[in-house]
């Protein structure tokens, strides 16, 4: 919801100078420059990148719109998921933890958490280590080397959309210009016309210069920056299951293993030990 607030006041803070200073929105609606700078953009997007980026890079945005998943709500959630799945495994054995892990979609400890579910990934990420520690008998430390590589190759992925991106937005002030310099040989052609002709068209380049620095740092950047920090809140939020692993392959109680878990999340959406401990001991997933 801030990225739509921050978009219209970047409109808004442009626009309303500009009538301060008397403008006219009309000579702002120059579609032929908005064609030649989000054409040669979109363009330039496709020459740098596989179709599997361009999907990152759409995902990216819509979920830069959306807002940051990563609440103090969903963190709740999560350490009373990890108490209830190890609490269900001490108490009904290994072969209870392996079903949940097998088929989480059916199982009954993880259908109290649908919207942690959803996220495939994490589910993945969660589901895979208990496997080579329910199945393998692999220890703690393997275990915790194995889960940072995951986190450490998914974080990188997750920063190829977000540098592809940023290009884009480098490219644009550039493009700006090239719009701009056609504006300025349609002018030079135009030269012996009507004064006012020759105004409009000169008035009409740089706005193709406006509009690239505009697009650059009001809107692409600041996209761009969203996306970085979204990214890193996934990767905070998978670097706390993994420590409520490792708590529980050492061999430490469910409700100590949420514990270890929330004292990695992020101070701003860090859930009290009051809260954890009413969720874990009862109330289900939202």
């Known amino acids: 919801m801030l990225v739509l607030v921050g978009i219209l006041v970047v409109i808004g803070a442009v626009i309303g100078g500009y009538l301060m200073e008397h403008g006219h929105l009309a000579v702002l609606w120059q579609p032929a420059e908005l064609v030649i700078i989000g054409g040669a953009a979109l363009g330039t997007l496709l020459i740098g990148n596989p179709p599997s980026v361009v999907k990152q890079i759409v995902a990216g945005v819509v979920g830069a719109?959306?807002?940051?998943?990563?609440?103090?709500?969903?963190?709740?959630?999560?350490?009373?998921?990890?108490f209830s799945l190890f609490a269900s495994a001490r108490k009904n054995g290994a072969t209870k933890l392996e079903a949940d892990i097998e088929a989480p979609g059916s199982s009954d400890v993880f259908s109290n958490f649908p919207k942690i579910v959803a996220d495939h990934h994490a589910i993945d990420f969660l589901c895979d280590t208990l496997r080579m520690y329910v199945s393998a008998g692999?220890?703690?430390?393997?275990?915790?080397?194995?889960?940072?590589?995951?986190?450490?190759?998914?974080?990188?992925?997750?920063h190829i959309p977000i540098a592809s991106l940023s290009t884009v937005g480098d490219a644009l002030p550039g493009?700006?210009?090239?719009?701009?310099?056609?504006?300025?040989?349609?002018?030079m052609g135009a030269l012996?016309?009507?004064p006012e002709e020759i105004g409009h068209k000169v008035g009409a380049a740089l706005v193709g210069t406006f509009l690239g620095i505009l697009l650059s740092y009001g809107f692409v950047a600041p996209l761009a920056a969203i996306m970085t920090k979204n990214a890193d809140a996934e990767s905070q939020y998978l670097n706390v299951i993994r420590v409520g692993i490792i708590a529980y392959a050492k061999g430490n109680a469910p409700i100590l293993c949420a514990e270890f878990a929330r004292r990695a999340i992020p101070h701003s959406v860090r859930p009290s030990f009051k809260d954890m401990e009413s969720s874990c001991r009862g109330g289900g997933g939202s």
């Open 138 to 158: 692999t220890e703690a430390f393997t275990l915790d080397q194995m889960m940072e590589l995951d986190v450490d190759v998914h974080h990188r992925e997750a």
């Open 175 to 187: 493009l700006g210009i090239v719009a701009a310099v056609l504006g300025i040989v349609i002018t």
């Open 192 to 194: 012996g016309g009507p």
């Open 65 to 82: 719109l959306k807002g940051n998943r990563y609440t103090k709500a969903l963190y709740l959630d999560t350490l009373k998921l990890i």
